[in-house]
């Protein structure tokens, strides 16, 4: 009877677990067996490894008189995916005595077509980082996620094409008339330099609309939530695309992060992501699609907007389910999945971005076309956005008709989002410093948008005319608690632009006009 143990690696949910394959062969009719509550692509893993083996040179596992039983632990966990082809294999192979290698230093992860070559896999990111947290010295993964896993210091990555190259680059034991043996180098550590990329919408392309420009500056520089509301055609589409565009880059930390939740997705591209993430959603989403769950849960698109921007466009439009369900993590930032086998926590840290007409034929309040809505439909149309989500909203903006003679004059490319760009950074960097200053802290900064009640006390003091003058205003506008320390904190991220260590009356009169919503 021979025994050996691979290790491998999946993600539950967004967190990284290792996997230990075991493998026990013994004397007998041929059987192949996997344990330790595989799904269908796990069992049939069976068939695609014995090809690989017999494609890479060695004997098959269904030539051999052998009682195979192939183990993943821990058995509690149901593994997914085709990402244990490869250490099941090695698992095999060094079972069978076929290769000699010390496994417990490594880390494998691939899937094996027919032919033995290494497949893609998502999720790669989070699993090195987890390989290099349990001590392992090096992991191998397929070509193609060579430069993500590469994300991750202090620990070699080797990128191999096939199950031969892995081989080759790992056995100890001679094997006389293979073909040439191919060495395997590590792979440089992926730098990533953020890049401003050209966006097809800029602030200079949308004319007019100077006050719904300053809405959108306020909510890019404190991460706040923008309701945007006006006939069809008006330009809140353009802003909101010109409002991720003026973002700051992704820190080192946070593209690790975001990346991790993208490949887990399985919408990671090759590029991998150095700007916040803008998302849009269409409005026959479903609810899954949006929040995340599922039998096996997985991220929505509220979690890919992790660190950036999600836009829903005719917000009104969208299921009241999808609607209602925002209400979370607009308040706690997370999205709790809620299944019998347990919750999952799924991060969900964006800057919302609402766009809708103010009626449903988009005329309501048009100096020139008259609404053709009645009473009814108008009212049923307002009460699809209900009170809660309304006031978890921070700025509200109306963006009226643009003058058609106004389109034609030129502007000059990059000017004004150059100047948005400069004024977003500098706001950030006084809540970055104000927060570390004041919390004597090296953890990542808050933006003004989620700061809590306490921290608002802490952080962010109020001379005693500001104050009456807010809660005057709170009690004429009936504001809720939530939206009095809403306005608070954009008050703020309002003085933050102009530079001011204090706010002034001016700063939270402005504060209070995006408070109201008009449509």
Known sequence: ???????????????????????????????FTIVGLPDKAVEESRDRVAAAIKHSGFDSP????????????PADLKKEGPMFDLPIALSYLLAADDIR???????????????????PVRGILPLVAEAKRRGKRAVFVPKQNEREAALVGGIEIYGAKSLGEVIDHINEKKQAGKREIVQLLPAPQTELLPALAETQFAFEDIR????????????????????LSGPPGTGKTMLARALASVLPPLSFDEMLEVNGIHSVAGVLREELLTMPPFRAPHHTSSYVSIVGGGASPRPGEATLAHRGVLFLDEFPEFDRRVIEALRQPLEDRVIAVARAKGTALFPARFTLVAAMNPCPCGNLGHPDIACTCSPHTLERYRRKISG???????????????????????????????????QVLDARTMQHDRH?????????????????????????????????????AGQRLSLSPRAFHRVIKVSRTIADLDGSPDINESHVLEALQYRQRKA
């Open 436 to 472: 570390l200053h004041i919390k004597k802290s090296s953890t990542p900064h808050k933006l003004n948008s989620d700061l809590s009640p306490r921290e608002l006390e802490e952080l962010i003091p109020l001379t005693e005319s500001v104050r009456a003058t807010l809660e005057k």
């Open 1 to 31: 009877m021979q025994y050996a143990r691979v290790f491998g690696a999946q993600t539950s949910l967004l967190s990284p677990t290792l996997v230990s394959i075991e493998t026990d062969l013994s004397r007998g009719l041929h059987s």
């Open 62 to 73: 269904k030539s051999r008189n052998q009682k195979i039983v192939i183990s993943l632990a």
């Open 388 to 422: 809660p989500i309304a006031d978890r909203i921070d700025l509200w903006m109306t963006m009226g008709p643009v003058d058609l003679p106004g389109l034609g004059k030129k502007s000059v490319r990059g000017s004004e989002t150059t100047v948005a760009r400069k």
């Open 208 to 227: 007019g609309q100077g006050n719904a420009k300053r809405a959108a500056i306020i909510a890019a520089a404190g991460g706040h939530n923008l309701g």
């Open 101 to 119: 290698f010390d496994a417990e230093h490594y880390l494998f992860v691939g899937e094996l077509s027919l032919d033995g070559d290494l497949q």
